[in-house]
């Protein structure tokens, strides 16, 4: 039992778990939208998209925050205008937008002394160097993150399964689209500097991903969502104070784990399902090709 809780004796990781959890609920409010409307590359795009503003807040000594803010409202206002561009593809927009971010933040960052140390802290984080500072703006991004979910839930939920009903019901899909594209950056500027651009979809999309299988309303998926982000917080501080491993990396990779062992999970709940009580299985498999119809029966 001492295994499991010594780690969390220990202030830096107590304020690391709590912030992975608050973290985990407010990816779990915007990447449930993510999942259900397949803009994972979208995601990956605004959260390298942060780049230049962070480069250009750690060159003038500023809060990286505020310069994260900034670029986040440049991608999506970004993504919003080249989204109305009837004769280019939104995934183009959204690609020529990451490049050219990306490619900025980078020149930008190349300028500094410690080029390899500042692009390391960006893409990767560190949970670990968690303040109580973070922790209280981490619980206001999460209550904005609900006033922008709740309102707003029933816009989105339309977008999300068909735009063309969301017209007719007047709740104007472009408004709704532009608004949830700033509940995605609000979620990524305030986890990039707790796990790092690169790991921050790890919360993002993993654990909706993994719920999806097991509850059927959109709620449901965000709550199971916050509950494995949450658990996958505890499970990979705990597996990366005991194997001194990067703890923001070992988190993200605990999620993603959760994510293919409930989708393994899924599978063989459905074949049990689909499987006569005390009937084999090689029953089963034989009674199907036995009425399938062969090519010369059709």
């Known amino acids: ?74 991608m999506t206002a ?72 709740v309102p707003g839930h029933r816009a989105f939920l339309a977008l999300a399964f068909d735009e063309r009903k969301a017209r007719t019901l007047g709740l104007r899909p472009r408004l709704a689209h532009a608004v949830l594209l700033g509940l995605l950056a609000l979620a990524i500027v305030a986890s990039f500097h707790i796990v790092g651009t690169l790991l921050v979809l790890g919360l993002l999309i993993a654990p909706p991903a993994a719920a999806l299988p097991w509850v059927r309303s959109v709620s449901g998926v965000m709550a199971l969502a916050a509950v494995l982000g949450a658990a996958a917080t505890f499970g990979g501080l705990l597996l990366s104070w005991h194997l001194s491993t990067a703890a923001g990396a070992t988190v993200s990779a605990f999620a993603v784990c959760l994510f293919f062992l409930s989708h393994l999970a899924s599978g063989l709940r459905h074949r049990r399902r689909a499987r006569p009580v005390g009937v084999p299985a090689r029953a089963v498999t034989s009674a199907r090709s036995a009425t399938t119809p062969r090519p010369n029966e059709t």
Do not use: K, Y
Not at 25 to 40: D, H, Q, S
Not at 58 to 74: K, T
């Open 1 to 74: 039992m001492e295994w499991l809780t010594a780690p969390f004796e220990v202030a830096f990781v107590q304020r690391a778990l709590w912030a992975g959890i608050l973290v985990s609920a407010i990816c779990a409010l915007a990447g449930t939208w993510v999942v259900l409307r397949g803009m994972a590359f979208l995601g990956d795009a605004m959260s390298h998209g942060l780049l230049p503003g962070v480069a250009v807040a750690s060159l003038l000594g500023g809060n990286l925050l505020v310069g994260a803010v900034v670029s986040a409202a440049v």
């Open 78 to 149: 970004g993504v919003t205008a080249l989204g109305r561009t009837p004769r280019l593809s939104q995934d183009t927009g959204i690609g020529l937008l990451f490049v050219g971010m990306l490619s900025l933040g980078v020149i930008i960052v190349s300028r500094s002394q410690s080029f390899a140390v500042d692009l390391t802290g960006f893409l990767f984080g560190d949970v670990l160097a968690v303040r109580e500072g973070d922790l209280t703006l981490l619980g206001v991004a999460l209550l904005l993150a609900l006033g922008v979910s």
